[in-house]
């Protein structure tokens, strides 16, 4: 079983940037789909987007697309979440998550969680 710890959160301006770390543990995160996900303060937690380790394909959820990019580096068993024009309605805490599945896209389609890191983004 792999363990994620998620670390790169905290507080931004609007239209500033982050990255956001996944560092797994246990077991190399290529066996897995790896996703991110956010839950704001009385929302559900909603599906960011994630990396398929074979051929490295990204998917991502609409509001953002084009300003939110995954990556990975097998080599630190890590995976990146790069925030960019960062708006106030992004702030929440991020998880990030390993999933058995190629295409998962929502909670309970993962397997394991990190144990989130908070992001804030000021106006």
């Known amino acids: 079983q792999v363990q994620l710890v998620e670390s790169g959160g905290g507080l931004v301006q609007a239209g500033g940037s982050l990255r956001l770390s996944c560092s797994a543990s246990?077991?190399?995160?290529?066996?897995?789909?790896m996703g991110w996900f956010r839950q704001a303060p009385g929302k559900e937690r909603e599906f960011v987007g994630r990396i398929s380790w074979s051929g490295g394909i990204t998917y991502y959820a609409d509001s953002v697309k084009d300003r939110f990019t995954i990556s990975g580096d097998n080599a630190k068993n890590t995976v990146y979440l790069q925030m960019n024009s960062l708006k106030p309605e992004d702030t929440a805490v991020y998880y990030c998550?390993?999933?058995?599945?190629?295409?998962?896209?929502?909670?309970?389609?993962?397997?394991?969680w990190g144990q989130g890191t908070q992001v804030t983004v000021s106006s």
């Open positions: 998550a390993a999933s058995a599945l190629s295409r998962p896209t929502i909670t309970r389609q993962y397997d394991v």
């Open positions: 246990g077991r190399t995160v290529s066996d897995y789909t």
